[in-house]
């Protein structure tokens, strides 16, 4: 098995990791056309990996965190709280969102739908 599985990747590494890097690269830039078209106006930040499976959002002022909980769940999207990540204090501000496993369209509406979820948990002004 060892022989065969290296006979085939002789010739076809490279040509499987362009398709993944293209695969991967259409689901970050869907999930991120999806933020910035929901949070614009606000004044949240988001990476924007060069590779990877993740992005990271800094949360707009006056987001309130139980609440951005809550409203995920109603809107049936998950996210990882940047704390999980601090194990001494820190990334209060900031979420996780993956965006490897699903679909380029999935990640676009699940990003509207996250980004809708950090609007509606912002504090009123």
């Avoid at 409203?71 to 204090?89: D, E, I, L, M, S």
């Avoid at 739908?113 to 009123?124: E, F, H, P, V, W």
Wanted: positive net charge; glycine residues 8%.
């Amino acid at each position: 098995m060892s022989r065969v599985a290296t006979f085939y990747m002789r010739d076809n590494l490279v040509p499987h990791i362009q398709r993944l890097i293209a695969v991967y690269r259409t689901k970050r830039d869907a999930t991120l056309r999806g933020l910035d078209e929901t949070l614009r106006g606000t004044d949240y930040t988001v990476s924007r990996p060069e590779g990877g499976f993740f992005l990271w959002i800094k949360l707009p002022t006056g987001t309130d965190l139980a609440k951005l909980a809550e409203a995920a769940v109603q809107a049936r999207v998950q996210y990882t709280p940047g704390t999980a990540f601090h194990p001494n204090k820190g990334g209060e501000n900031h979420i996780r969102l993956a965006f490897s496993y699903e679909s380029p369209e999935k990640c676009y509406e699940g990003a509207r739908l996250i980004g809708k979820a950090i609007l509606d948990s912002r504090k009123s002004a």
